[in-house]
């Protein structure tokens, strides 16, 4: 079974920046392809970014390309999202994901999910 806890979320200022960080448990980490999803009020759960199993492929929604980075530190079962240049329209509840064996493809399907960590950008 792989845990998710996610930290760094809070309020930061329209045009600011955020890091958000993922820790996983369990031994296969190498093995999960991880992803940030997002969920703003009203609105369905959304992909945000994603990073292959050995972290040499990024992947991101256009609304985030250009302004937010993926990545992964295998030997301490890490994944960080860094957010730049916030914008209004960034506001959400964040979640980290990863699906086993698989590395991501911009859909929502992963097999585990963390709790969330909210975003709020203020103008």
């Known amino acids: 079974q792989v845990q998710l806890v996610e930290s760094g979320g809070g309020l930061v200022q329209a045009g600011g920046s955020l890091r958000l960080s993922c820790a996983a448990s369990?031994?296969?980490?190498?093995?999960?392809?991880m992803g940030w999803l997002r969920q703003a009020p009203g609105k369905e759960r959304e992909f945000v970014a994603g990073?292959?199993?050995?972290?040499?492929?990024?992947y991101y929604s256009a609304s985030v390309k250009g302004r937010f980075g993926i990545s992964r530190d295998n030997a301490k079962n890490t994944v960080t999202l860094q957010m730049n240049s916030l914008k209004l329209e960034d506001t959400a509840v964040y979640y980290c994901?990863?699906?086993?064996?698989?590395?991501?493809?911009?859909?929502?399907?992963?097999?585990?999910w963390g709790q969330g960590t909210q975003v709020t950008v203020s103008s």
């Open positions: 990073i292959s199993r050995d972290g040499v492929f990024t």
């Open positions: 369990g031994p296969d980490f190498r093995n999960l392809g």
């Open positions: 994901a990863a699906r086993w064996l698989r590395d991501p493809d911009g859909s929502s399907s992963y097999n585990y």
